[in-house]
């Protein structure tokens, strides 16, 4: 976000140009503008997803292609052309899911979303230099990456075990509309969170809760859950909706007045001060992390407005929405050492490390001594976002 921009690069997107005087009256980028009306358009269509196109009133394949039509939509108003490079990795990857032996194909569907996102970043930082359009699809392809890895792995996972003793287990390969519904659905396709595709199908097919409800529940009381309402998202959807705006506020009050840009201002890096520049790059950078707690908390609250996300009962008999939470503002701002910080920083990122796919991603199959998954863990972590970012 950063500073506000001039009117030559507030313009500088691929995206639609239908919110520009939006753009000049505000002083924000257009991609900013047009990446914030589409999340409140797609939280709008997240509660009227869940009222009016319910598991009741709709058959799952309506509520697969109503939330494709409106994920396309989104990314295609936000990014234009650049749109195509998410819809190439993810028709690619299917064609891998299709023709390929379910013995490889974790690993072909990993070389070519990883290799994929890894061309787009260093073309865009090596060879372009950062000259191209201000408008950054990385994000959205980061958590598309991630979708298809994950399906990849579950799916080849699911056929080698031939049981269902593993809840995120896949055993039969997707229609294309399942797949196209659950890596560009307008609920996650913009910002996130990753989420695993059995919880989303279980999300379309309307099992979701009643069966968060089962799992969290003692045996005597399994048999009258199905028969309860389900719980409402309104209470969770409006406390994330108050900590987005207390973002928001954040944001147009600090760190507007300390754009992290400055850090690398010709000027104040020659004239100022070592512990000047040292005090500063630590509040700017600090302040400059509101961005993704107001992105990552609202991509969250859309989800819970349309019933995805919901994690069983709390110790206090509450209804949780925590399924699918990114992040705890809480425990990042309070941690006391970097383990404690990536526990709550990022976190559907940080289990999609953690699952099998990351760790035995069979790119290296014998290469690794013995105890170094987690060494290729934190490479898989470097590779996402030292190279991307």
């Known amino acids: 976000m950063g ?33 914030l009306a589409c999340q409140l358009f797609a939280l709008s269509s997240a509660f009227w997803f869940r009222l009016y196109l319910s598991r009741q009133h709709s058959s799952p394949l309506a509520r697969h292609a109503v939330a494709t039509l409106l994920g396309v939509t989104l990314i295609i108003f936000c990014f234009g052309w650049y749109s ?13 899911l299709i023709q390929t032996d379910i013995s490889n194909v974790h690993r072909y ?5 990883m290799g994929y996102l890894i061309v787009c970043h260093v073309s865009r930082v090596f060879i372009f230099k ?13 958590v598309v990456t991630q979708k ?6 579950q799916l080849h996972d699911g056929k080698k075990t031939l049981t269902m ?25 913009l910002v996130g969170p990753f989420n695993n595709y059995k919880d989303y199908i279980d999300f379309i097919e309307g099992t979701h809760i009643s069966g968060s409800l089962r799992r969290s529940a003692s045996t005597s009381d399994k048999n009258g859950f199905h028969k309860s309402p389900d719980p409402s998202p309104l209470n969770a959807v409006c406390q994330k909706l108050l900590v987005c705006c207390g973002c928001m506020i954040f944001f147009l009050i600090v760190t507007q007045s300390l754009p992290i840009e400055y850090n690398v201002n010709p000027h104040f890096v020659s004239h100022a001060p070592f512990i000047t520049r040292l005090i500063y790059a630590l509040f700017s ?61 990022n976190i559907q990122t940080g289990n999609w490390l953690k699952t099998k796919k990351a760790q035995e991603s069979a790119l290296l199959p014998k290469m690794l001594p013995k105890g170094g998954k987690p060494y290729l863990k934190f490479l898989c972590t470097n590779v996402c976002y030292c190279v991307c970012f």
């Open 165 to 189: 003793h593993m809840d995120t287990h896949v055993h039969i390969i997707p229609s294309l509309i399942e797949y196209l519904s659950y890596n560009l659905n307008f609920l996650s396709v």
């Open 84 to 96: 195509t490079h998410l819809l190439a990795v993810v028709l690619a990857n299917y064609l891998i």
């Open 148 to 153: 298809i890895t994950s399906l990849a792995f």
């Open 130 to 142: 950062y000259g191209i359009l201000s408008t950054d699809f990385s994000g959205p392809l980061m």
């Open 3 to 35: 500073e506000r921009m001039d009117n030559h690069s507030a313009i500088q997107t691929t995206g639609s140009q239908w919110l520009l005087p939006v753009s000049e009256y505000w002083g924000f980028p257009l991609a900013l503008v047009n990446f």
């Open 285 to 345: 950078i600090q302040a400059a992390r509101i961005k993704f707690y107001f992105a990552w908390t609202l991509g969250d609250a859309i989800s819970n407005a349309a019933g995805f996300g919901f994690s069983g009962m709390d110790e206090n008999g509450k209804a949780s929405w925590s399924l699918l939470s990114n992040l705890n503002v809480v425990g990042v701002e309070t941690a006391t050492s970097f383990k404690a910080f990536i526990d709550n920083w």
């Open 109 to 113: 569907s990993m070389v070519v979303a």
